[in-house]
């Protein structure tokens, strides 16, 4: 166990606290080496979870962080790998986060970084701005050099959303950059929903689920979106709302965190840990309401499913390692006729992790080309994820290799359910 030597007046500040606590159970095993895609890509114990924990205890027993210190804790992708690996249940997640944010404090960041930071938090929260800035660029991108074009997905439609009409409804968080970049992913999860007898709702005045402030270290931005939502999803849920679904897996770890984050407010606590209990994956709602589905219909999907060809799954970090969803979608596909392509190294990152790619580019190609190649390896037709983060990198990285599609798993369900229905 790692001994602290941590001040009385250093632990009023719940962070440190909580720092203290996270790092009395670890216990220098190093077996999150062996996980983290960082140290297997650089070879520095200061670049794995270890070498960080080292360098978030100096921090907190009074040592002076430097430009390297932010450096290395930068470049971690909160993968969480190193947390499924752990033997002693360390909280990493949580201690990078906290330590980043003392770090900066502390050691202030260049021009440039800072510029691409603030205007990241003026845009990416705000769904409205970011829609904007989609249409302008999707009006461009046929003209666009092949590089940029890649990053800009042509423009594409979300069909149609069924009306609420089911006694059993969940509430939807429709994203930052979902509603114009791949508006079709929440549609297909209200249309799948609706075919097995329950409806998808989306509530106006919610928005950011306050990851992205939340993880740029503005931390009590992020509590601002985070207690808007929960004032805007409230109503629904004492009006009986079944939970709160977040087809993105990295929002689905956000809304799931909201307990812990606002803990310290009173006038918001309770009401988050409620919010945090009833927020799930898409994968949680869909695999317990396809009980509902007739057997018939069922049928007629696998039918349809089995005849797509093979699909690749990429599960997302923030499914796998962040919510512990490791396998539970694609036993779903499988459930459903769809057959699944051998990935290897399915637990490692993509490299998208939020906005890491547009901070720490290089780790992130490299990361992005491995799997990729792993991923289409076994001959997919599609190429299918859990949070759009990842699907916008993945299919960047395909576009440069085999072209492959790259998809919502939920629109490869909705696909077949409609195969089925028309049947």
């Known amino acids: 166990m790692v001994q602290t030597q941590i001040t009385k007046e250093a632990r009023q500040d719940p962070r440190v606290a909580e720092i203290d606590d996270i790092l009395r159970k670890c216990v220098h095993c190093g077996m999150c080496l062996a996980t983290c895609p960082t140290y297997q890509l650089l070879g520095d114990e200061l670049d794995s979870p270890r070498g960080r924990i080292y360098q978030i205890k100096q921090v907190v027993e009074g040592h002076v962080p430097t430009a390297d210190t932010l450096l290395h804790l930068d470049r971690c992708l909160t993968c969480r790998n190193c947390e499924t690996t752990c033997p002693s249940g360390v909280n990493y997640g949580h201690l990078i986060d906290n330590g980043r944010a003392l770090v900066e404090e502390q050691v202030p960041r260049g021009l440039i970084d800072t510029l691409k930071r603030r205007l990241l938090l003026l845009t990416l929260p705000y769904p409205a701005r970011i829609g904007r800035l989609v249409s302008i660029g999707q009006a461009v991108r046929p003209f666009l050099p092949a590089a940029l074009k890649r990053g800009i997905p042509p423009r594409a439609t979300a069909g149609e959303w069924p009306r609420a009409v089911h006694d059993k409804r969940f509430l939807v968080l429709e994203g930052c950059v979902q509603p114009s970049l791949t508006p079709a992913t929440n549609a297909a999860a209200a249309r799948v929903l609706d075919a097995c007898g329950a409806s998808l709702v ?222």
């Open 202 to 423: 989306s509530v106006a005045a919610a928005g950011c689920c306050g990851a992205v402030p939340y993880h740029l270290n503005k931390q009590e931005a992020a509590r601002v979106h985070m207690r808007r939502n929960i004032d805007a999803w409230w109503p629904e849920l004492q009006g009986g709302a079944a939970g709160i679904i977040a087809t993105a897996s990295g929002c689905g770890v956000m809304l799931k965190d909201y307990g812990h984050v606002l803990a310290g407010d009173p006038d918001y606590a309770e009401k988050a840990r409620r919010v945090s209990e009833l927020s799930m994956d898409t994968v949680q709602a869909v695999s317990v309401a396809l009980e509902s589905l007739d057997e018939s219909v069922l049928s007629r999907a696998k039918q349809s499913a089995a005849s797509r060809g093979p699909v690749a799954f990429h599960p997302p970090c923030t499914l796998q390692h962040g919510q512990r969803l490791a396998g539970v979608t694609e036993a779903t596909l499988r459930r459903l006729g769809f057959t699944l392509t051998r990935v290897e190294n399915s637990n490692q990152c993509c490299g998208s992790a939020g906005t890491y790619s547009l901070f720490q580019p290089e780790i992130s190609r490299l990361l992005q080309s491995r799997k990729v190649a792993a991923l289409e390896s076994g001959e997919p037709v599609v190429i299918a994820t859990a949070n759009i983060g990842c699907q916008l990198h993945l299919q960047q990285g395909s576009d440069r290799s085999k072209g492959t599609p790259v998809v919502h798993w939920i629109e490869l369900v909705d696909h077949a359910l409609a195969d089925a229905a028309s049947d």
